[in-house]
T-cell receptor, first 113, second 115 residues
Framework: ETGVTQSPTHLIKTRGQQVTLRCSSQ?????VSWYQQALGQGPQFIFQ???????GRGNFPPRFSGLQFPNYSSELNVNALELDDSALYLC????????????FGEGSWLTVV | AQTVTQSQPEMSVQEAETVTLSCTYD???????LFWYKQPPSRQMILVIR??????QNATENRFSVNFQKAAKSFSLKISDSQLGDAAMYFC????????????FGKGTRLHILP
């Protein structure tokens, strides 16, 4: 049990739609990162938030955006969905930037049709 | 840019035997961390073992140990006394420093345990 909860577990969206994925972290985890894991691949870093501000971004277009809230929850928003956005989206949190223990959630499976 | 390569897409091992998963990486950094993560069908990434690059001693966690060759940029995982519950995807991963939480993952190795 990592204390990182993601919702929804599975969802199906149509190309062009928008989606919001949610993550709830443990109290005190003020760093959260999101990863995209396509089928048969390793996770790819999307972005990281630290104390509610974006703190690093991977090679993803601006239609991938996020928010982090004071209650240690966060969101990943994807606009104008494309078929290639179909993947498992993982949330990972940690107590701070200087601690190297990161806790992952079980992910949200997004299918774009 | 840092990269992580796992050249074995799938491996199989007999229960109770030993198996070694390979990983190579590329970086120009001198201070970094290496990890092996396990991803069972439940999809949750579970940290198996961690190695700090400045430590020469290979990390060990119960039945799991690593062979860290810094000059060769090699980081293999040895699983001893394999158990059915070890069946999963295993990802080798790299992180640049203690203050950078971005993790770079390899493509993974699917490990099958044969009863």
């Amino acid at each position: 049990e990592t204390g990182v909860t993601q919702s929804p577990t599975h969802l199906i969206k149509t190309r062009g739609q928008q989606v919001t994925l949610r993550c709830s972290s443990q109290s005190g985890h003020n760093t959260v990162s999101w990863y995209q894991q396509a089928l048969g691949q390793g996770p790819q870093f999307i972005f990281q938030y630290y104390r509610e501000e974006e703190n690093g971004r991977g090679n993803f277009p601006p239609r991938f955006s996020g928010l982090q809230f004071p209650n240690y929850s966060s969101e990943l928003n994807v606009n104008a969905l494309e078929l290639d956005d179909s993947a498992l989206y993982l949330c990972a949190s940690s107590p701070g930037r200087s601690v190297n223990t990161i806790y992952f959630g079980e992910g949200s499976w997004l299918t774009v049709v | 840019a840092q990269t992580v390569t796992q050249s074995q897409p799938e491996m199989s091992v007999q229960e109770a035997e030993t198996v070694t998963l390979s990983c190579t990486y590329d970086t120009s950094e001198s201070d970094y961390y290496l990890f092996w993560y396990k991803q069972p069908p439940s999809r949750q990434m579970i940290l198996v073992i961690r190695q700090e690059a400045y430590k020469q001693q290979n990390a060990t966690e119960n039945r799991f140990s690593v062979n860290f060759q810094k000059a060769a940029k090699s980081f293999s995982l040895k699983i001893s006394d394999s158990q059915l519950g070890d069946a999963a995807m295993y990802f080798c991963a790299y992180r640049k420093s203690n203050r950078d939480d971005k993790i770079i993952f390899g493509k993974g190795t699917r490990l099958h345990i044969l009863p």
